[in-house]
């Protein structure tokens, strides 16, 4: 199977830069998503890295390097409705999903 | 467009009964994967299904099953259901599998309580 990593809890300050990060053991995939689920929410899909580099959407960017076998989500300008939890996400060679344990960002004023 | 939906949104089943859960996707979307979430898991992949046909399976036991229609719309079972069994089972839905980036869809889950 696979093991994707993530920081259990992240604490930031309103119009702070957090980055939350992802390293992961897996044998191949395709490439690296990132959802975002609040609390009683559904998983919302954020960006996706198929190549290594930055992928940009907005105020969210997401990192891929898969020879350091790491990722990162990038939120900038952090707002109070960023609270939420944060899960990388492989699907590997082997047509299986795989979600990170997630990261819970709290966000504070 | 409408978005995911998933019927019934809350249940209360009996340890030993089964349960039927039903899906439906996007509208144009083809492929519908179905998830697990528990606070000690996390969120586990069960199966995924694509027209029609189950492209892989996570690593649940047998008694966790699922089918698709021509529709697109899915449906999973879970028979002799047990204490564990108790969670969030989400569906997904996406366009098409994981070379066009996998976007996946979620609906807004079905909160299963096995009692």
């Known amino acids: 199977g696979q093991s994707l990593e993530q920081p259990s809890e992240v604490t930031a300050v309103e119009g702070a830069i957090v980055q939350i990060n992802c390293t992961y053991q897996?044998?191949?995939?395709?490439?690296l998503s990132w959802y975002q689920q609040h609390d009683g929410g559904a998983p919302t899909f954020l960006s996706y890295?198929?190549?290594?580099g930055l992928e940009e959407t907005g105020r969210f960017s997401s990192f891929l390097s898969r020879s350091d076998s790491y990722g990162y989500l990038l939120l900038q300008e952090l707002q109070m409705k960023d609270s939420a939890s944060y899960f990388c996400?492989?699907?590997?060679?082997?047509?299986?999903?795989?979600f990170g344990s997630g990261t819970k960002l709290n966000v504070k004023p | 467009k409408a978005g995911v939906t998933q019927t019934p949104r809350y249940l209360i089943k009996t340890r030993g009964q089964q349960v039927t859960l039903s899906c439906s996707p996007i509208?144009?979307?083809?492929?519908v994967s179905w998830y697990q979430q528990t606070p000690g898991q996390g969120l586990q992949f069960l199966f995924e299904?694509?027209?029609?046909?189950?492209?892989n399976k996570g690593n649940f036991p047998g008694r966790f099953s699922g089918r698709q229609f021509s529709n697109s719309r899915s449906e999973m079972n879970v028979s002799t259901l047990e204490l564990g069994d108790s969670a969030l089972y989400l569906c997904?839905?996406?366009?098409?599998?994981?070379?066009?980036?996998?976007?996946?869809?979620f609906g807004p889950g079905t909160r299963l309580t096995v009692t």
């Open positions: 996400a492989v699907w590997d060679n082997f047509n299986k999903f795989y």
């Open positions: 299904y694509f027209s029609e046909t189950q492209r």
């Open positions: 997904a839905s996406s366009r098409s599998g994981p070379e066009a980036g996998y976007e996946q869809y």
């Open positions: 509208s144009g979307h083809r492929s």
């Open positions: 897996t044998s191949g995939f395709y490439g």
């Open positions: 890295n198929a190549l290594d």
